[in-house]
């Protein structure tokens, strides 16, 4: 089973500030890793698809990249509503399961 | 536009069983390349992966879950549904169904149901 490791778990921006997020794979993942956004109260959002393909309506600010095991999902200049949390995803390798990261919660500072 | 909700009670009592169904609508569950999923978020914490069925009936499940969990699809009715057996306060929940893309060695959820909170106490 691969483990996603998020971080940091809480990152505290200012608007306009720019925001890395890190996801790190236990071990080599074969498939593409996706991002996705969560808002309280409300599903996530595919952000990020295929390591750095972004999501049909998602912003220019939003970019992601890496290879291997390790993933970045960079928002460039933060704007209020990208406030939320963000998870990774992955396909195994081996078998047919999935894996979610255990989320980066990006708050106003 | 397609569209995903979940439906099932929100109350089910320690040692039963879960019973949720996802409707699809505004397109067809009969359609190659697409998994339908389920996906759970536990209060105040993140996503756990329940499962998933293709149109044809194949299925897998989270191996933690696999001996608890059925996954099963109507192809008739558009609608894919979830059991989850032997229930404790451990499976309260948020339920989540979505649509799994299968794009060559791309794998990616682009639509999800709003969710369903599911309390397990008698």
């Known amino acids: 089973e691969i483990i996603l490791t998020q971080s940091p778990v809480t990152l505290s921006l200012s608007p306009g500030e720019r925001a890395t997020l890190s996801c790190r794979a236990s071990?080599?993942?074969?498939?593409?890793l996706d991002w996705y956004q969560q808002k309280p109260g409300q599903a996530p959002r595919l952000v990020i698809y295929?390591?750095?393909t972004r999501a049909t309506g998602i912003p220019a600010r939003f970019s992601g990249s890496g290879s291997g095991t390790d993933f970045t999902l960079t928002i460039s200049s933060l704007e209020p509503d990208d406030f939320a949390i963000y998870y990774c995803?992955?396909?195994?390798?081996?078998?047919?399961?999935?894996?979610f990261g255990q989320g980066t919660r990006l708050e106003i500072k | 536009q397609v569209q995903l909700q979940e439906s099932g009670p929100g109350l089910v009592k320690p040692s039963q069983t879960l019973s949720l169904t996802c409707t699809v609508s505004?397109?067809?569950?009969?359609?190659?390349?697409?998994?339908w999923s389920w996906i759970r978020q536990l209060p105040g914490k993140g996503l756990e992966w329940i499962g998933y069925?293709?149109?044809?009936?194949?299925?897998y499940s989270n191996p933690p879950l696999k001996s608890r969990v059925t996954i099963s699809v109507d192809t008739a009715q558009n609608q894919f549904s979830l059991k989850l057996y032997s229930v404790t306060a451990a499976d309260t929940a948020v339920y989540f169904c979505?649509?799994?893309?299968?794009?060559?060695?791309?794998?990616?959820?682009?639509?999800w149901g709003p969710g369903t909170l599911v309390t397990v106490s008698s």
């Open positions: 979505a649509r799994e893309v299968w794009l060559g060695d791309l794998y990616y959820y682009d639509l």
């Open positions: 505004g397109g067809s569950i009969s359609v190659g390349g697409y998994y």
């Open positions: 995803q992955q396909r195994s390798n081996w078998t047919p399961a999935v894996t």
């Open positions: 295929g390591t750095g």
């Open positions: 069925i293709y149109y044809t009936g194949s299925t």
């Open positions: 071990q080599t993942i074969r498939y593409s």
